[in-house]
Nanobody, 118 residues
């Protein structure tokens, strides 16, 4: 079991940046996959980025080149640096952790709102 708490959301103008943080209640060093998802009003939750075993990163096409996922094991925290934000990035952003084999358990944070508007 792991609890995840997101922070760092807010209201920004197009072109600005935000950094989201996800603090875990336990060591994330052994967690198989950490990631960020988002859900806009009326849309399904979608993958933004995830980091597998601290090595492999995957990004949604819509954020490639603008967003960067990283983790600090010493702080049990995962970050999402978001640059050049666009109105279509507006959503609730959720942190996710997956335990990997053999149970493949998913854990979710409560979400943090990101609004990009002029």
């Amino acid at each position: 079991q792991v609890q995840l708490v997101e922070s760092g959301g807010g209201l920004v103008q197009p072109g600005e940046s935000l950094r989201l943080s996800c603090a875990a209640s336990k060591s994330i060093g052994s967690i198989y996959r950490m990631g960020w998802y988002r859900q806009a009003p009326g849309k399904q939750r979608e993958l933004v980025a995830h980091l597998i075993n601290e090595i492999i990163t995957n990004y949604a096409d819509s954020v490639k080149g603008r967003f960067t996922i990283s983790r600090d094991n010493a702080k049990n925290t995962v970050y999402l640096q978001m640059n050049n934000l666009k109105p279509e990035d507006t959503a609730v952003y959720y942190c996710n952790a997956n335990s990997g084999s053999p149970l493949w358990l998913d854990y979710w944070g409560q979400g943090t709102q990101v609004t990009v508007s002029s």
